[in-house]
T-cell receptor
Framework: DAGVIQSPRHEVTEMGQEVTLRCKPI?????LFWYRQTMMRGLELLIY????????DSGMPEDRFSAKMPNASFSTLKIQPSEPRDSAVYFC???????????FGPGTRLTVT | AQSVTQLGSHVSVSEGALVLLRCNYS??????LFWYVQYPNQGLQLLLK??????LVKGINGFEAEFKKSETSFHLTKPSAHMSDAAEYFC??????????FGQGTELSVKP
């Protein structure tokens, strides 16, 4: 099993640009989570999906952030427009309903200058 | 809502010494509890989990944790630290829907 796959691994962009982060969950998993990690705030849950349906997006910081899951094997997190304070590591994780453990991807390190 | 508190943002031990990382949880229902480890520039890796079976849970790399309901604790231990154990450790509690709420993390340093 390839595990959770995230791309890109690193992204450097200028303030105001659109950023799209991608995630492929583990095959057969039916829940997908987007987390953000910063030194100041630790690990924050941004949004999660069950069976491709967004369940809780209360962690999404602003309307500049949006996430989609068009099918069971792909999700995107988009920031438009990006700001320097969005700089963080963004993790995608997946799990299955019958096993409550989350499996994390390697993360995308985003730097907004 | 569930929450997790990790006592000590940084713990330093000598190689071969006991490792003890503390975690207390707050939950209105019997919780699922987890410990994850994060090595530099990597994602989080599951160490062990408690899902209401045995209260003493054994994980990978020689780590174990004991669920104590009376103390609302789930401390992580390892009898003998190894240099390769240096990393950040996160305790987490599961909420409705399967999402995990993480503690702030404890950075473990191992001195030779």
């Amino acid at each position: 099993d390839a595990g959770v796959i995230q791309s890109p691994r690193h992204e450097v962009t200028e303030m105001g640009q659109e950023v799209t982060l991608r995630c492929k969950p583990i095959s057969g998993h039916n829940s997908l989570f987007w987390y953000r990690q910063t030194m100041m705030r630790g690990l924050e849950l941004l949004i999660y999906f069950n069976n491709n349906v967004p369940i809780d997006d209360s962690g999404m910081p602003e309307d500049r952030f949006s996430a989609k899951m068009p099918n069971a094997s792909f999700s995107t997190l988009k920031i438009q427009p990006s700001e320097p304070r969005d700089s963080a590591v963004y993790f995608c994780a997946s799990s299955s309903f019958d096993r409550p453990s989350l499996y994390f991807g390697p993360g995308t390190r985003l730097t907004v200058t | 809502a569930q929450s997790v508190t990790q006592l000590g943002s940084h713990v330093s031990v000598s190689e071969g010494a006991l490792v003890l990382l503390r975690c207390n949880y707050s939950s209105s229902v019997p919780p699922y509890l987890f410990w994850y480890v994060q090595y530099p520039n990597q994602g989080l890796q599951l160490l062990l989990k408690y899902t209401s079976a045995a209260t003493l849970v054994k994980g990978i790399n020689g780590f174990e944790a004991e669920f104590k309901k009376s103390e609302t604790s789930f401390h992580l231990t390892k009898p003998s630290a190894h240099m390769s154990d240096a990393a950040e450790y996160f305790c987490a509690v599961s909420e409705t829907g399967g999402k995990l709420i993480f503690g702030q993390g404890t950075e473990l340093s191992v001195k030779p």
